[in-house]
């Protein structure tokens, strides 16, 4: 997480590891590639280390959804659709995200990625075919992806405002 945090120009496995104290490639490359993660139990210890440093009663939760500039289509959800970072229509994907804010800090929580109605219909199905999008794979809206972190969320019993 150091590296991906940093101010490093390029975030792939090479700069990162050698920005980490006593980093070797190899290692992050092997850790990176091999490990299987359980991202629900990695999410729901996380989010008990954020409440712990920054959980206060005033606390407040955010949504919000930023843009990722593509030039290809390989991606998931990669289409012609708005990009906040860029304040205009272009070619991106788009992610949701949920974020605390507490008079202690802030951090980011959860994450989901916005796939366009579009990429649902037959047009789109090899591309989803080739993008190894699940087969149960169903269209969500953006405030729908918001509603499904913050049940997540309550069903953790954590950083919950009042």
């Known amino acids: 997480?150091?590296?991906?945090?940093?101010?490093?120009e390029r975030k792939s496995i090479e700069p990162i590891a050698?920005?980490?104290?006593?980093?070797k490639v190899r290692s992050m490359q092997r850790f990176i590639s091999d490990v299987v993660w359980d991202e629900e139990k990695v999410l729901y210890k996380y989010?008990?280390?954020?409440?712990?440093?920054?959980?206060?009663?005033k606390g407040v939760l955010?949504?919000?959804e930023t843009g990722f500039?593509?030039?290809g289509n390989d991606s998931v959800g990669v289409a012609k659709q708005y990009c906040g970072s860029i304040g205009k229509i272009e070619n991106c994907q788009v992610g949701v995200f949920a974020a605390y804010a507490s008079a202690h800090g802030y951090a980011l929580l959860d994450k989901r990625l916005f796939i366009p109605e579009k990429w649902?219909?037959?047009?789109?199905?090899g591309r989803r075919k080739k993008?190894?999008?699940?087969?149960?794979?169903?269209?969500?809206?953006?405030?729908?992806?918001?509603v499904e972190?913050?049940?997540?969320?309550?069903?953790?019993?954590?950083?919950?405002?009042?």
């Not at 989010?47 to 009663?57: K, Q, Y």
């Not at 972190?149 to 009042?162: A, D, I, W």
């Open 62 to 64: 955010i949504f919000d």
């Open 18 to 23: 050698l920005t980490v104290q006593d980093g």
């Open 69 to 71: 500039l593509k030039k």
């Open 120 to 125: 649902f219909t037959e047009e789109y199905a």
């Open 1 to 8: 997480m150091v590296g991906q945090f940093s101010e490093l």
């Open 131 to 146: 993008c190894d999008v699940l087969e149960e794979t169903e269209f969500k809206s953006k405030p729908q992806l918001a």
């Open 149 to 162: 972190m913050l049940r997540g969320l309550q069903n953790q019993e954590t950083l919950l405002p009042k």
């Open 47 to 57: 989010r008990g280390l954020v409440n712990e440093d920054l959980g206060d009663p």
